[in-house]
C-alpha cells in the first residue's frame, strides 16, 4: 500500500480552494524581492522581531515592529488599509504569524513572508545592518545560484 496515497488526495476543486487559500495568507522571499525590485508599492513589509534581532539584519526596506507593539504603534506607522506582509525568524518561529494576526485583528488585510529572515538570507538576498547591506552566498539546498526558479 502507498503510503502517499493511504489517505487519498482531495478533489481537484477542493485542492484548488486550499491552495489559492494559501497563497492569499502567504508569500515569499522570492515574491517579496521581486516586487522591492521592480518598486511596487501598496503593500508594507514589517520585521516583527526584537531589537536586537533587527541590529543583527534584517530585509531592506523593512520596517521594525516587534509584534508586542504592533497594537499600540501600528497606526502611526502603517498606513491605514496598506496591505501589510510580516515575517519573524524563520519557519520554526511562529512569529510572523502572531505579528499577522495583530494586524488582522486591526483591520488590516495582511500576508506571512514563509521562509522568514531565515530563508531570505539563504537565498542570498540583500541583509542590511548599521554596517550597509551586504549578501551572504546562496544556499543551494533552497534556492538556485544566478538563475530564477520559475515558481
Known amino acids: 500500500m502507498s503510503a502517499v496515497l493511504q489517505t487519498p488526495p482531495a478533489a481537484a476543486q477542493t485542492a484548488a480552494a486550499h491552495f489559492a487559500g494559501r497563497l492569499a495568507f502567504e508569500t515569499d522571499p522570492s515574491d517579496?524581492?521581486?516586487d522591492i525590485g521592480a518598486g511596487v508599492t501598496g503593500w508594507v513589509l514589517v520585521d516583527s522581531r526584537s531589537q536586537e534581532s533587527w541590529d543583527q539584519g534584517h530585509v531592506p526596506?523593512?520596517?521594525h515592529?516587534?509584534?508586542r507593539e504592533i497594537a499600540?504603534?501600528?497606526?502611526s506607522v502603517v498606513p491605514a488599509g496598506a496591505a501589510v506582509v510580516t515575517y519573524c525568524w524563520?519557519?520554526?518561529c511562529n512569529g510572523g504569524t502572531k505579528a499577522a494576526l495583530e494586524f488582522a485583528k486591526l483591520g488590516y488585510?495582511?500576508?506571512?513572508?514563509i521562509g522568514g529572515f531565515e530563508y531570505?538570507?539563504?537565498e542570498g538576498l540583500p541583509v542590511e545592518t548599521s554596517e550597509g547591506i551586504t549578501r551572504r552566498p546562496v544556499d543551494p539546498l533552497v534556492?538556485?545560484?544566478n538563475v530564477a526558479c520559475a515558481c
Open 32 to 34: 517579496v524581492a521581486a
Open 61 to 63: 526596506g523593512a520596517l
Open 65 to 67: 515592529l516587534p509584534t
Open 72 to 75: 499600540a504603534r501600528a497606526a
Open 90 to 92: 524563520g519557519p520554526a
Open 109 to 113: 488585510p495582511v500576508k506571512e513572508m
Open 120 to 122: 531570505w538570507t539563504r
Open 143 to 145: 534556492a538556485p545560484r
